[in-house]
């Protein structure tokens, strides 16, 4: 800590804070200049001399180190990864999507959804047991079955599972059942609960505050980390502005602003952040795109009918669309090499139109017959697995450039293959679906 003195500032007041700073079993060093004082604080506990701003001749007293002991750069500038079953978050891994319902409604609804977004790519799955409402007449949450439910879907899916603790009481029952802990918005103050999650071997996911600022949600992460727990993992979820387009404003700046200052891994939450389903989509892609290390996203098979959070929630549909363009997000940054070959050239007008008419024919059959090769694929990976190879895709650009007269640039080209590969994913995820509906009917 430096403190300023006033200029002029008499020798009674700079030995006053000497001796206040000293008395704390602090360092002081003093250092005069022209105009003014300065003094140097050294010491472990600094916070013993908070409150020196006030003393009579201070001008100012500034921290130089982080508040933050343990979340903060000074701290540890290696960045923590936390390796929760087979995925690993934070530190520059891949990024790690959590996706499920807000609350476990039933047996059915979790295992559907699970399975659902395992297929599609997730790596975790979400999902509320215990809820805190707003209204305390709203869906408060399953309780323990549900937290059962939650470990048997892992159990067959493999995905590790992230859930809500709202009672310092439960947390010997989380340790049994959960793999990662949620502290929600609404408890991001509650010290007690911080305390009793810090005290767990299970990584802490925590949400910032509804009005916290970084300041404060890095303190509640510093009740976690100094009661023994070195794995917190902050999740922003939008914070409550003037604004009311939107449920919450989801603050993007976050990640780069903890990035400068934290070593802990950054999980964005479009759900909660936006309230909007049209709106997760492009959130989740940005939050990607500047660099979160984890989504936590809400997905219901059957929105309009969630028990909460439905205008948020995403179909599997749209949750299978969203994975692909996550997946294609990092493809875009990879570089395509362009190749060309001399053009073909066309003869005649009305030879040329015979040409171009066959070719479309040709074409319409050969699409017809890529979709049901893409079928083909499917069914031999089996349903349950999303089959959406984005080296493929590339290597298709790569080879349709290779093979071009280069008559069409590189993004007309690649809109075309797009075109062709997007409603070949759309056509096998409605086949998916349909055949799990059927399996599910059949009681499989
Ligand atoms: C949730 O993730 O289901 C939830 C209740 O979030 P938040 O605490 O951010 O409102
Ligand atoms: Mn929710």
């Known amino acids: 800590m430096i403190v300023v ?25 003093v250092s005069e200049g022209q105009e003014r004082v300065i003094i140097g604080v050294v010491g472990v506990d600094i916070e013993r ?16 180190t982080s508040p933050h002991k343990l979340a903060s750069l000074e701290h540890s500038t290696e960045r923590t990864r936390i390796k929760v079953g087979d995925a690993t978050i934070g530190a520059g891994s891949p990024l790690v999507v959590m996706a ?40 408060q949450g399953l309780g323990e079955p549900a937290l059962k439910m939650l470990a048997e879907a892992r159990e067959e899916t493999g995905m590790p599972v992230v859930t809500e603790l709202t009672d310092p009481g439960d947390v010997e029952l989380f ?11 609404r408890n991001m103050h509650n010290f007690v609960l911080l305390r009793a999650a810090g005290q767990t071997r299970r990584p802490v996911l925590l949400k910032r505050g509804l009005a916290a600022t970084i300041d404060e949600w890095l303190m509640a992460a510093e009740y976690v980390l100094s009661a023994g727990n070195s794995n917190v993992i902050l999740c922003e979820r939008g914070i409550r502005t003037f604004e009311r387009a939107t449920r ?40 990607a795109a500047v660099g979160a290390d984890g989504l936590l996203i809400e997905v219901h098979p059957d929105p309009p009918h969630a028990r909460s959070d439905g205008d948020q929630s995403l179909s599997f549909q749209e949750f299978g669309s ?10 875009l940054r990879a570089n395509g090499k ?9 003869v005649g007008v009305g030879g040329i139109r015979e040409r171009i008419d066959s070719i479309d024919e040709q074409l319409v059959q050969l699409i017809d017959e890529r979709a049901r090769l893409a079928l083909a ?26 093979s071009s007269s280069g008559v069409m640039d590189a993004e007309e080209l690649q809109q075309i293959l797009t075109a062709v590969v997007r409603a070949s994913r759309a056509m096998q995820r409605r086949h998916a679906a349909l055949q799990r509906q059927m399996v599910d009917l059949g009681g499989g």
């Open 322 to 331: 969203l994975m692909d363009e996550l997946r294609r997000l990092e493809y």
């Open 5 to 29: 003195m006033r200029p002029g500032a008499p020798k009674e007041e700079i030995d006053g804070v000497c001796s206040l700073i000293r008395s704390q079993g602090l360092e002081a060093f």
């Open 377 to 402: 694929v499917q069914s031999a990976k089996g349903m349950d697995a999303h089959g959406h190879d984005v080296e493929r895709e590339r290597a298709l650009v790569e080879r349709a450039m290779a």
């Open 338 to 346: 362009k190749t060309t070959r001399p053009p073909e050239v066309p």
């Open 248 to 287: 919450n404003t989801l603050d993007l700046s976050a990640v780069p602003v903890l990035r400068e200052m934290t070593h802990l891994p950054i999980v964005i939450d479009p759900s909660h952040g936006t309230g909007k389903r049209s709106l997760v989509g492009p959130m989740a892609l940005a939050a």
């Open 100 to 139: 499920g319902p807000c609350s476990v409604e039933s047996r059915e609804q979790l295992f559907a959804t699970a399975r659902w977004v395992r297929r599609e790519g997730a790596h975790m799955l979400r999902g509320g047991a215990y809820k805190p409402r707003t209204s305390p007449y709203a869906f």
């Open 175 to 185: 340790d049994k059942y959960v793999d990662i802990i949620q502290i929600g918005a």
């Open 49 to 64: 001399v908070a409150h020196i701003g006030t003393l009579p001749g201070v001008e100012q007293a500034l921290r130089v």
